[in-house]
């Protein structure tokens, strides 16, 4: 855990939504160290970043689970989170994610989400996406790596 103290030395984090899926829902074996980094974005130890599109991305399962009030809940917890821009997506997000599309071949969420995260100011990013590692405009975390 202490690795993962040191990564908090960036002041803004963006975060991938499987972060906050396997904290939400805790149903990985990832769960813990999520909840671990969502702690000290609560804390304050850095300012969290993540895109609307996390929004729509946790809302699925319980919408499929004909659960639109865990869908709802989830929304209000994350519009909530302490320390946490939920960043919206604009012209200039739009922009940035076609230069990521183009430059690491990025599947068209990913790069929407990791160009929220830059326009807001974020110089690392955590995810358990793999492929997100090729992007060097920032720093890119797997949880794995810190387990």
């Known amino acids: 855990m202490a690795d993962l103290a040191a990564a908090f ?7 991938n939504t499987p972060i906050f899926i396997s904290r ?4 990985t074996h990832l769960a813990g160290l ?4 969502l702690d000290e974005l609560a804390g ?3 300012t969290g970043v993540t895109s609307v599109l996390t929004l729509m991305e946790i809302a699925v399962k319980p919408l499929q689970m004909r659960r639109p009030d865990v869908a709802e809940e989830y929304e209000v917890l994350l519009a909530n989170y302490p320390n946490l821009v939920i960043a919206a997506l604009d012209r200039s997000a739009a922009r940035r ?8 071949r990025l599947r068209p969420a990913d790069a929407l989400q990791v160009a929220a995260c830059l326009e807001q100011g974020a110089t690392a990013f955590l995810s358990n996406d793999r492929e997100l590692r ?8 797997m949880l794995e790596d810190f387990v």
Not at 134 to 141: H, K, N, P, S, Y
Request: overall charge positive.
């Open 34 to 37: 999520a909840g671990v980094a």
């Open 44 to 46: 304050g130890a850095f």
């Open 134 to 141: 090729r992007i060097t405009d920032l720093q890119v975390w």
């Open 24 to 27: 939400i829902r805790g149903t």
């Open 9 to 15: 030395r960036h002041e803004h984090i963006g975060a």
């Open 97 to 104: 994610a076609a230069e990521l599309r183009a430059g690491y």
